[in-house]
């Protein structure tokens, strides 16, 4: 999505996509008081006469109250944009991406990260920033959705990744139509999949180099025009096969899920969505 909006002329994404700076606002990440508003309009400081500045952070999206009321406070009428997936797949897709970055190199299964999730879901410890261990908690998104609906309205758009994955070049057309800017600025050919997981052969090999490449760039190190022969040369030596879900384990995470996607959909439904994917059709009320 980052990809996608930041190519329309009317847009101007920040100079780094997740800037996190709402994230303050959360109490469940944060003590003391949040920096200054100033440190957070310096991310965009490079941009000119566009309509839109763009902060993509999905991390504000499960904030709760705290963070909504900073959101509304700050920027006064944004427009708010929350992508949905399959909360399974989403959940999986989690384990995956944290292995692939090094950060879970002592565990041997996807079944290993659930259980830790799990454990920490029953403790309360479910929301630890930075211990790779939120993938289930981020998923029960009848627990902030409805918050978000109900605090911006028509500002905000839903957007499930299922139907991006179908039609990539409907979904952001009809996203720059309810942003009022060209909607055929782009064409199906600019919306190609982007930032796609791959899963790593060795996780430690994996650790070290995101350790080196994040510290590489905030010096400033690495030239652009580099990253992408880099990222390939990577992929080629260490970038491996993902496994897949078992079954069962997919039935037992379903069952984790049921009650909150249940929920979502009728919160969804509420809100006039009605062409819902079909991990919520099988959910939402008659």
């Known amino acids: 999505m980052w990809a996608y909006l930041t190519q329309h002329p009317d847009i101007c994404g920040a100079d780094e996509k997740e800037v996190g700076y709402f ?4 109490p469940r990440r944060h003590s003391g008081e949040p920096p200054p508003v100033e440190s957070y309009a310096q991310h965009f400081v490079h941009c000119g006469a566009q309509r839109y500045a763009l902060d993509a952070t999905p991390t504000y ?4 109250k705290p963070v909504i009321d900073a959101v509304q406070r700050i920027l ?5 944009i929350i992508t949905l997936r399959n909360p399974v797949d989403r959940l999986f897709s989690a384990y995956t991406f944290q292995r692939t970055l090094g950060n879970i190199t002592g565990l041997r299964s996807f079944e290993e990260y659930l259980q830790i999730c799990e454990s920490r879901k029953r403790d309360g410890s479910d929301l630890v920033p930075r211990d790779h261990f939120h993938g289930l908690y ?7 959705v409805g ?3 109900d605090a911006f309205g028509d500002d905000l758009r839903i957007v499930f990744v299922e139907d991006v994955s179908r039609d990539a070049y409907h979904v952001i057309s009809g996203l720059f ?3 009022e800017i060209d909607t055929e600025a782009l064409s199906p050919a600019d919306l190609a999949p982007r930032n796609k997981t791959q899963h790593a052969r060795s996780p430690r090999v994996a650790q070290a180099v995101f350790a080196l490449k994040r510290s590489t760039e905030r010096m400033g190190l690495i030239p652009s025009r580099l990253r992408e022969p880099l990222r390939t040369a990577y992929e080629r030596v260490n970038a491996g096969s993902a496994p897949r879900l078992d079954p069962a384990t997919r039935r037992h995470v379903e069952d984790l899920y049921r009650e909150s996607n249940t929920e979502t959909a009728r919160i969804l439904v509420a809100h006039g969505y009605r062409n819902l994917p079909d991990w919520l059709q ?3 009320p008659a």
């Open 177 to 179: 139509g309810w942003l």
């Open 76 to 80: 006064e009428r944004p427009k708010i």
């Open 282 to 284: 099988t959910s939402a």
């Open 61 to 64: 999206s499960y904030g709760g």
């Open 147 to 149: 918050l978000w609906l």
């Open 138 to 144: 981020i998923g029960y998104y009848a627990d902030y």
């Open 23 to 26: 994230n303050f606002y959360n």
